[in-house]
């Protein structure tokens, strides 16, 4: 477990916050802050940028929901949230949100760092599963514009696609280039003389 992760807590009850911030330190994490309004959240966010944020709140709407997200910026971090009630549309809601832990039933001081832990695991997947996602589109993208490459010198200089292919590699070999960026340029060329 990361001991030195930043953790920002939103809490309007001072004694609660002091419950929480020890609860922490008992955990072993010890560069806590703590906001008490959630009009704090986003220049807070700025300036501290936490590791992962841990809210707790009595009952959040879709509202409230949307500026926690845009305000942690819930792509680039953990959001724990705690809340007393809830329904199904709000919980739908704050996973659309990107909240990586939504626990209903309030903040129990025990609960603290397994759903921390499984906030920050849950928010680790997620990002690994965003980056793997952008990885697949953009491979994708790039055989689409390799093969309007090979297409275009198949046309133009009437060879095979095995051909054409071996040029584009023969000449980003040649040019220290990779494939992907002698297939652009050459399809952007296209497009110009087009």
């Not at 001991?3 to 008992?26: A, C, Y």
């Not at 955990?27 to 959630?38: E, M």
């Not at 603290?112 to 589109?137: G, S, W, Y």
């Amino acid at each position: 477990m990361n001991k030195d992760l930043r953790i920002l807590v939103v809490e309007p009850n001072p004694e609660r916050v002091r419950e929480i911030v020890d609860s922490l330190n008992n955990a072993g994490w010890s560069d806590v802050k703590a906001v008490a309004q959630i009009s704090a959240l986003e220049r807070t966010v700025r300036d501290f940028a936490p590791d992962i944020v841990l809210i707790d709140l009595t009952n959040p709407d879709r509202d409230m929901l949307e500026h926690i997200s845009h305000a942690t910026e819930t792509s680039k971090r953990a959001v724990a949230l705690f809340v007393d009630q809830t329904d199904e549309d709000l919980t739908q809601a704050a996973l659309l949100a990107g909240v990586s832990a939504y626990v209903v039933d309030g903040l129990k001081m025990d609960r603290i760092k397994p759903v921390l832990q499984t906030a920050i695991a849950r928010f680790k997947m997620m990002r690994q599963m965003q980056a793997e996602l952008n990885a697949a589109k953009q491979a994708l993208e790039d055989r689409k514009t390799i093969d309007r490459a090979k297409g275009i010198l198949m046309r133009q200089r009437n060879l095979s696609e095995d051909e054409a292919y071996s040029l584009l590699r023969k000449t980003a070999m040649g040019q220290n280039r990779k494939v992907i960026d002698v297939a652009s340029a050459l399809v952007t060329a296209a497009d110009l003389l087009s």
